[in-house]
């Protein structure tokens, strides 16, 4: 099964609990999940800072670069080593879309958990 790496925002506690959610599904590890103020990360899937502000940001192994809903159901698939969430995606990919840019808009007002920059300062740079 394919890997990929995702790029998330650390210092949202609302981002940080799905990142969470995502590591605990991932038992294979075929994810790499790095907080996006990670030196180099937003580089590392070919995407400036702003962008990944904007967006969640994915890059599978096979180079295809993904953002917002699309990437978030890669990592899915990648984690469950199952094409469902992608599949499931391209019947509803204007529905999740709109629906992922709302929260994206909101994310800092959402419940979470202690954002991982927070919690993990050296990582994030600090």
Do not use: H, K
Not at 4 to 9: M, S
Not at 32 to 44: D, F, R
Not at 65 to 87: D, F, K, Q, Y
């Amino acid at each position: 099964m394919a890997r990929g790496r995702l790029v998330f925002d650390g210092q949202c506690g609302f981002c940080t609990r799905a990142a969470g959610w995502l590591r605990r599904i991932d038992r294979r590890q075929r994810v790499e999940i790095l907080p996006l103020q990670a030196p180099g990360a937003p580089e590392s899937v070919g995407v400036t800072e702003a962008e990944c502000l904007v967006s969640l940001r994915w890059q599978g192994e096979d180079g295809v670069r993904l953002s917002g809903a699309a990437a978030a159901n890669a990592a899915l698939a990648c984690a469950l080593g199952s094409r469902v969430p992608v599949v499931l995606y391209r019947l509803s990919s204007r529905v999740q879309e709109r629906g992922y840019v709302w929260v994206a808009a909101n994310r800092y007002r959402l419940r979470g958990v202690r954002p991982y920059c927070e919690s993990a300062p050296a990582e994030c740079g600090r």
